[in-house]
């Protein structure tokens, strides 16, 4: 149930970028990144690495990006802190090592 519902979340801030409830959205999924079941961390990693790594040629779709990171980064080392944000980072860095 959780891997369904982080799909269709990861969905709809992929088929609405632009939306102004992606940020909340994506604090939501991010919450699952110590998730006890793997799928549903590798999931969680997965939709982080395509929501925010994945380049685009489109300068308003990119400042929106970063618009959403900054706010997501921002509100949930309020409250969370900062461990997911360094447990995701170090995911992504892994897989972008593999692939150099």
Request: proline share 4%.
């Amino acid at each position: 149930m959780r891997k369904r519902v982080i799909k269709i979340l990861r969905d709809i801030c992929l088929q609405y970028p632009s939306y102004e409830k992606v940020p909340q959205i994506c604090m939501k999924i991010v919450r699952r990144i110590n998730d006890m079941e793997e799928s549903v961390r590798k999931l969680v990693q997965d939709v982080f690495e395509s929501l925010w790594f994945t380049p685009t040629n489109d300068p308003t779709l990119t400042l929106k990006k970063v618009h959403n990171i900054t706010e997501v980064v921002q509100c949930c080392a309020q409250d969370l802190g900062t461990e997911w944000l360094q447990t995701m980072l170090l995911s992504v860095r892994s897989v972008f090592s593999l692939m150099g």
